[in-house]
């Protein structure tokens, strides 16, 4: 059974950092695309980053380029997700996603179709 397990989610003021991490459990992030999407009240989900584990190639939304990183840690079959300069239209509930049918990295972007879907996280940034 596949898990995505979020964490390190919080609240922070404006210009502040947080790192979240996505945890796999009965499935191996290496040469997998990975991404992390949010969804703040009243909008629509919104893909955030994406990364092929395989090489390491890596996707952002315009509006988070520059401050967001997204990572992986083969080893500890991790995801992360380092986010700096927070600013409150940041605030969303963060999640992890995982593709259940590998495509390669030429096809690791938000836009796909993923499979598996975590939890989420709640990341709050205030003014």
């Known amino acids: 059974q596949v898990q995505l397990v979020e964490s390190g989610g919080g609240s922070v003021q404006a210009g502040g950092s947080l790192r979240l991490s996505c945890a796999a459990s009965?499935?191996?992030?290496?040469?997998?695309?990975m991404g992390w999407f949010r969804q703040a009240p009243g909008k629509e989900r919104e893909g955030v980053a994406a990364?092929?584990?395989?090489?390491?190639?890596?996707y952002y939304v315009d509006s988070v380029k520059s401050r967001f990183t997204i990572s992986q840690d083969n080893v500890k079959n991790t995801v992360y997700l380092q986010m700096n300069s927070l600013k409150p239209e940041d605030t969303a509930m963060y999640y992890c996603?995982?593709?259940?049918?590998?495509?390669?990295?030429?096809?690791?972007?938000?836009?796909?179709?993923?499979?598996?879907w975590g939890q989420g996280t709640q990341v709050t940034v205030s003014s």
């Open positions: 996603a995982a593709e259940k049918y590998p495509l390669g990295g030429g096809y690791c972007y938000t836009g796909r179709d993923f499979g598996y």
């Open positions: 990364i092929y584990t395989g090489d390491g190639s890596t």
């Open positions: 009965g499935y191996r992030v290496s040469s997998k695309c």
